[in-house]
C-alpha cells in the first residue's frame, strides 16, 4: 500500500474535507454562518490550536494542521475565485453606473479611516509615526473575502447596501498598489515617497487593467465559442479556470491584488453569453476554496496569546471596530444610503482585512516594530474578522428593529386616516391569497382593513382607493391602531410560516376572543398554529390538491355526485377549525 508521503498533502486535504463535509453542516443546522463555522474551525485545529498539543504519536496529529502556511497558497485562490464570480454579476454598465460610489464612498473610507487609525495607533501602539501610518493604510481596508460571502449567503449583493458595501471593497483592492508603496519607502526609512513612483505604480496598474480589457475583448469571446462549440463540459470548465487564473496573474504581476484581475476578468465574462455557464463551473471550486481561506484566517488567531493580554486586545479590538464602522456608516449616510443600511455597512465593513496580515508581517520583518507587538496586532485582526458573522446578524437584528420602528410610525400615520372602524375584518398580508379574500369580502360588503408590508404593491391598491395599509401585523400596535378590539375577524395570508405564528401569537394574546382564521404551509405548520390559539386553519395546498383529485377522479369515470361527496369529507378532514367551548356548567 502507498504511504501518504507519496501524495503531498493528503492528509491535509482528507482533513479539509472532512471539516467541509461534516463539521460545517452542523454548524449550518444550528444556523450559524459557514463563514463563522470555518473561521472557529480553523482555531481548534490550526498550529495555535490542538496542534500544540498533538505531539508526534497519536491520533490527534493526524487532523490538526502544524503549519498555516500550507494551506495558505490554496486559500487566496478562494479568495480570487470569489472575486471572480461577483465579476460575473457585475456588466460593465453596471459597473460604470457605480462609479461615485467606487471613488467617491470607497476613496473617502479609505483616507478617512487610515488617517484616524493611524492617530489610534500612534497614541496607543506604536511610538513611531511610520509605523502608525502603516497600520493606518493596512487597517483601513476590510475583508473582500469575509464580507462578500456574508452578502452572498443572505442574497443582499445586488441590494443598494451590498452595492455600496462592494464599492469600497472594489476601492481598497486597488489602493492595495500605493499602500504597499507606503510600506515598501517605511520600512526602507525614506521620509516621503516620491511622486514620481506613486506615478510610475498607478500607471503600471493601470496597463495591467487595460491589457486585460482588451485581452478579453479580443480573446475570451472566441476562445469561448470555440469551447462552447466542442460541447465538452471539462473543456469549458478548464477555459473558466483559464480565464481566472490568467488575469489574477496579469494583476499580481503588477503589484496589485491578483482578486481585482479575477474581479475584472469576471467583469470582462459578465457581458458574454456564457457567463451562467461559467458561474456554474466555478462555483464548486469557489465555495471550497473560500472555506479553506477562512480556515486558514482561524489558523493564524493564537487563543493563548490572546488569553495572556486579554485586556489589551479587547481595548483595541472595540475601539478598531467602533472606529471603522462609524466612520463607514457616516460616509455612506453621507453618500445617500438610508440611516438604517448605513449602520449594517458600517458594521460589516468594521473588521480588519486578510491585507492587513501582510502588512504587519512586512512591517515587522522591515524592523518597523517588534514581535511582541506584531502578535497583538495579529490578535486584534484575527478576532475582528472572526467576530464579523456574529456582528453581521447584530447589525440585521438592529436595522430590523429600526426598520421596525419606522414602519410603526408611518403606520401610525396611514392608519390615523382610517377613523374609527367597526365590525370589519382584518386582513394580515395582501399577496394573492389576502387579496381574493378582500374580494369575497367586498362582494358581501363586509369592510375590511389589509396590512402589508410590500411598499410598491401597497401604493398600486392605494391608487385603486382600497383600504391598504403599510404595517407589521405581528406587532400589536399596528393591529390596534387598525382597530382589532372592534373587528369581526383577523384573517392571516402571510406567506413566512414564522410570520404568520408571530401574528397569531400578538392577536391572540392581546384579544383572546378574536376569531383569527390562517393560512397554513401544511398540515404540521396547522396543528402548531392550531396550538397557538387559531379559530380556523387552511393548508394552503388543500384548495389545489382536492380540484386536481377530483379532476382524476372524474377523469376516470367517477360520478360527479361521488366526487363532490369525497371532496366535501376531505375538506373538512383537512380544515381545522376549532370546536366551540361549551356553556358554563356543562360537563
Known sequence: MQHTEAL???????????????????????????????LLVGVVIGPHGLARVAGEDGLLRH????????????????????????????PLKRLWTMRVQVFGLGGAQIVVTGIAIAIGAKLFIVADLAAAVVLGAAFALSSTAIVSQLLIESRRLGT????????VLLMQDLAVVPILLLIGAAVAGEEAVSWLAVALAFGKAAL??????????????????????????????????????????????????MALGAFLGGVILAESEYRHAVDVEIEPFKGLLLGLFFLSVGMGIDPAATAAQAGTIAALLVGLLALKAGIA????????????????????????????????GAAAQGALFDATTAQLIYAVAGLSMLLTPLQAVAARRLVARIEADGAERAAADGLGSLGRVEGHVIVAGFGRVGVTVARLLDAEAVPYVALDLNADAIGAHRRDALPVFYGDASRTAILRLAGAERAQALVITLDEAAAVARCLQAARREWPALPIYARARDLKHARELMDLGATEIVPEAVEASLQLGGRVLAGLGI?????????????????????????????
Open 329 to 360: 456608516a457616516a460616509l455612506c449616510r453621507i453618500f445617500g444610503l438610508p440611516g438604517a443600511a448605513a449602520i449594517e455597512a458600517g458594521l460589516l465593513l468594521g473588521q480588519a482585512g486578510e491585507f492587513g496580515f501582510i502588512v504587519v
Open 8 to 38: 503531498p498533502y493528503l492528509r491535509e486535504a482528507i482533513v479539509f474535507l472532512a471539516v467541509a463535509g461534516i463539521v460545517v453542516p452542523l454548524f449550518h443546522r444550528l444556523r450559524v454562518s459557514s463563514v463563522l463555522g470555518f
Open 208 to 257: 495591467a487593467v487595460a491589457a486585460i480589457s482588451l485581452a478579453g475583448a479580443l480573446l475570451v469571446g472566441p476562445l469561448f465559442r470555440l469551447v462552447g462549440a466542442l460541447r465538452n463540459r471539462e473543456m469549458f470548465m478548464a477555459a473558466s479556470l483559464l480565464v481566472v487564473i490568467a488575469a489574477a496573474t496579469a494583476t499580481g504581476a503588477a503589484g496589485l491584488s
Open 559 to 587: 360520478g360527479e355526485a361521488v366526487v363532490g361527496q369525497r371532496l366535501e369529507f376531505e375538506r373538512e378532514r383537512l380544515t381545522l377549525i376549532r370546536p366551540p367551548k361549551p356553556p358554563d356548567g356543562d360537563a
Open 63 to 90: 487532523i490538526v494542521f502544524a503549519d498555516a502556511e500550507l494551506v495558505r497558497p490554496l486559500a487566496e485562490l478562494g479568495v480570487v475565485l470569489l472575486l471572480f464570480v461577483i465579476g460575473l454579476e457585475l
Open 160 to 167: 443598494s447596501l451590498g452595492r455600496s458595501v462592494f464599492a
